[in-house]
């Protein structure tokens, strides 16, 4: 916006845009440097999970687990159903474990969710952290 008022044109933006990333380059670089991949999914503004390609699991309660940024599944039963991600592997156990949907990303497990490990880092339900 431009001190009469009048809308930027797409290319005045584009200008100010370029002269603001000239001033910036400096600290764009050391960002990087220093903060890797987080600084990286700051500016882009996408999730760090996302870019990092590490799981994110949303639990609701004991009964439902929904994983995102998997790459396939290396174990499937009623009790146990591994997964491999970018980044590692991830375990969830339980009892009548059910793959109730799942896409190339994302999956909901069903069932009686007893633990979640990740890469020999277990979290057990009622474990105190």
Excluded: C
Excluded at 57 to 83: F, H, K, P, Q
């Amino acid at each position: 916006m431009h001190a009469n008022g009048r809308k930027a044109s797409h290319r005045e933006q584009r200008e100010q845009l370029i002269k603001k990333q000239k001033g910036n380059k400096k600290s764009l670089r050391e960002g990087i440097r220093n903060g890797g991949d987080e600084f990286l999914a700051d500016v882009l503004r996408i999730p760090s999970d996302t870019l990092m390609g590490n799981f994110r699991v949303t639990l609701t309660g004991d009964s439902r687990a929904l994983v995102e940024n998997y790459r396939s599944i290396l174990e499937y039963s009623e009790e146990r159903i591994l997964l491999q991600g970018k980044r590692g592997r991830l375990g969830i156990e339980g009892e009548k474990l059910i793959i109730d949907f799942y896409t190339g990303n994302d999956m909901l497990v069903r069932g009686r969710i007893k633990r979640i490990l990740l890469e020999g880092i277990s979290m057990e339900k009622g474990e105190d952290q």
